[in-house]
């Protein structure tokens, strides 16, 4: 656990980040040095709020700092927090900014033949093969997943695999690629997650930025 | 160009995942701090108990033992072909010799103990396999009293080896249990209910649960210091049989502060993860710097028997080796070979360690370097090295 004084607060790089950017303004706290040209390459940020610290991670890693208590409480996505779903992390707020929704999709031309003779093993390619693995686990499929960082939708294309899964925000993407989407596995959206020992031992300082949050995302 | 292995897999000779050996000045300061801490209990009139490694699965996974059923490595007797379990946790065993063996012992029965336990399980956050557990059990008395006890017993074994602040968090596992039976939700979004709870997510709750779940969203929004959190737990709209659950947890916590007025004493009635086969009142036991609790105990049912109510807990000992600084090992004298024997035996008596050269050298000085010595023993002086 962080014992620094200051609360840490990890943000993702990328997607999420501009769209929480003026939640987190009416929460009380914003970035100090905003992200200019001058600090492309900073990672740790003060506040507007004296106790609270930024540092900005990757938006798989965020969830592994906050589980770690690396940081004390984060802003993620509920698609990564899925995916790790480690005891040690609570998701009080849901941000309901960065809506998009995780889903299988496969190749158009092999959706269009019926296939009332499923097989109960396929190979799949996705960021999440926790998530994947389980929710094809439920259909009686054992599913087989690779585990890829980014250009998924070439996946089913070049023989990689006969599905993925992935998160979907207007369907463009899969569409450019002659994907459709077969089934919804969930809801996502950005949360702020706490770490547990950071609520336990300093309860008062992180249920007020709880509640700030809270605020914050009626308020819109 | 070479484009052979760099990695020859012959002399790769590690132990399994979740493994490691404890070495030197750590491997001490372990056996010492079991040591400190199993007299303080016995000083509490606590009976020391030493279970054995292995029991049959069946007595092994009784009662609150079910919890660790998938972390029980298993094998197969060969002489009675039934299969047996490496122990995961030890306060069943402490529950099953309360129940077998001290069946006529008076009650209550105070039982400590230490010893290896072994996890099938590992993950990122926990890789240890092979953990040491600390623990002690009050069998047969249901008060408030042995509940105050066991904690600040607890509290005193972790104060003694050198943990300053501790943060003990309160929790009532059985509230959210019959607070759902109330609400009688639908079976299928039991378990989705159940993990927005675990995970305090009260956006996720209220989407699901129906018009009583309020109570559940207020339930989760109260955490924190005890005063404020119990007087929230007052003022929310709890159904009369929930509101007795609060009786036991504040007769605890007036005996636990008035004992300790300093102590950081927090309430958080929602969870019950991992808290599964409490009846009462549980708690977990926090540091600064830890990343995780470094102990937790609570009140269970140790077998059928109404009577055999208890209460007790665990401390992760691995865990709080981490968050103490490290003890740095005794420089040692070298004693040059033909020393006397009274000599050498002399800065024993005064507490130095000694390091006995074997055979003649003509360096004393460069071989005492060499075994990582501070001093040399020369004419019956210990001379510091340069």
């Known amino acids: ?220 | 160009m070479n484009h052979g292995p760099i990695i020859n897999p012959e002399k790769i000779t590690t132990l399994p995942i979740g493994f490691r050996d404890i070495l030197a000045s750590r491997a001490d300061a372990e056996a010492k701090m079991i040591n400190v801490m199993m007299s303080i209990a016995i000083s509490h009139g606590y009976i020391r108990v030493k279970p054995t490694l292995i029991e049959f699965e069946n007595t092994l996974l009784k009662g609150p033992g079910a919890a660790t059923s998938e972390k029980v490595f298993r094998l197969i007797d060969p002489i009675s072909q039934r299969v047996i379990g490496l122990r995961a946790d030890m306060t069943t065993q402490a529950a099953r010799i309360a129940s077998t063996t001290m069946i006529d012992a008076p009650r209550p029965v105070r039982l400590c103990y230490a010893g290896g336990v072994l996890h099938t399980t590992t993950n990122q956050l926990n890789p240890e396999r092979e953990l040491v557990q600390v623990g002690a059990e009050m069998i047969g008395n249901s008060t408030a009293d042995a509940d105050a006890e066991v904690i600040l017993l607890a509290i005193e074994l972790l104060r003694t080896v050198g943990v300053k602040w501790i943060s003990v968090d309160i929790m009532i596992p059985a509230l959210v249990p019959l607070l759902l039976a109330d609400m009688q939700l639908p079976a299928e979004i039991f378990s989705v209910i159940r993990q927005a709870i675990n995970q305090k997510d009260v956006a996720t709750l209220k989407k699901l649960a129906n018009s009583k779940s309020s109570i559940l969203v207020g339930l989760l929004k109260i955490f924190g210091p005890y005063a404020e959190a119990m007087q929230d737990l007052e003022e929310l709209d709890l159904p009369d049989k929930a509101r007795d659950f609060l009786v036991r947890p504040a007769e605890v916590i007036k005996l636990i502060t008035n004992f300790e007025p300093n102590l950081s004493v927090t309430v958080d009635p929602a969870e019950s993860r991992g808290f599964e086969y409490h009846t009462g009142i549980a708690f977990s036991l926090f540091t600064r710097g830890g990343k995780n609790e470094i102990g937790r105990g609570g009140r269970y049912q140790s077998d059928e028997d109404p009577k055999s109510t208890a209460t007790g807990f665990t401390i992760y000992l691995e865990r709080v080796l981490q968050i103490l600084p490290e003890d740095k090992q005794k420089p040692a004298v070298y004693i040059p070979y033909g020393t006397p024997h009274e000599q050498s035996k002399a800065l024993r008596m005064r507490g130095q360690i000694t390091v006995a050269g074997l055979t003649p050298v003509v360096d004393n000085y460069a071989e005492a370097k060499r075994m990582g010595c501070r001093s040399i023993l020369l004419n019956g002086q210990t001379v510091a090295l340069s």
């Open chain 1, 1 to 220: 656990m962080n014992t620094n004084d200051k609360l840490v607060l990890a943000i993702p790089k990328g997607r999420i980040l501009n769209a929480i950017t003026p939640l987190m303004l009416r929460a009380g706290v914003e970035l100090k040095d905003r992200l200019s040209e001058k600090y492309a390459r900073q990672l740790q940020f003060a506040t507007t709020d004296p106790n609270v610290e930024i540092v900005l991670v990757s938006s798989f890693d965020v969830v592994t700092f906050l589980a770690f208590g690396a940081a004390h409480l984060a802003i993620a996505g509920s698609d990564v927090l899925m995916e790790f779903n480690h005891p040690e992390v609570y998701t009080p707020v849901n941000l309901d900014v960065s809506i998009c929704h995780l889903a299988v999709a496969a190749p158009a031309k092999q959706c269009s033949k019926k296939d009332s003779y499923r097989s109960s093993y396929m190979r799949v390619a996705t960021k999440y093969p926790n998530l994947a693995r389980n929710y094809f686990a439920q259909y009686g499929i054992q599913a087989e997943c690779i585990k890829l960082n980014g250009a998924l939708e070439m996946a089913p294309n070049l023989g990689l695999c006969c599905r993925i899964v992935d998160l979907v925000q207007t369907g463009s993407t899969l569409k450019a690629n002659g994907l459709v989407e077969i089934a919804k596995i969930a809801d996502v959206s950005a949360r702020l997650a706490v770490n547990r020992t950071a609520l336990k031992i300093r309860p008062r300082l992180v249920s007020e930025l709880i509640e700030r949050f809270r605020g914050a995302v009626s308020a819109t």
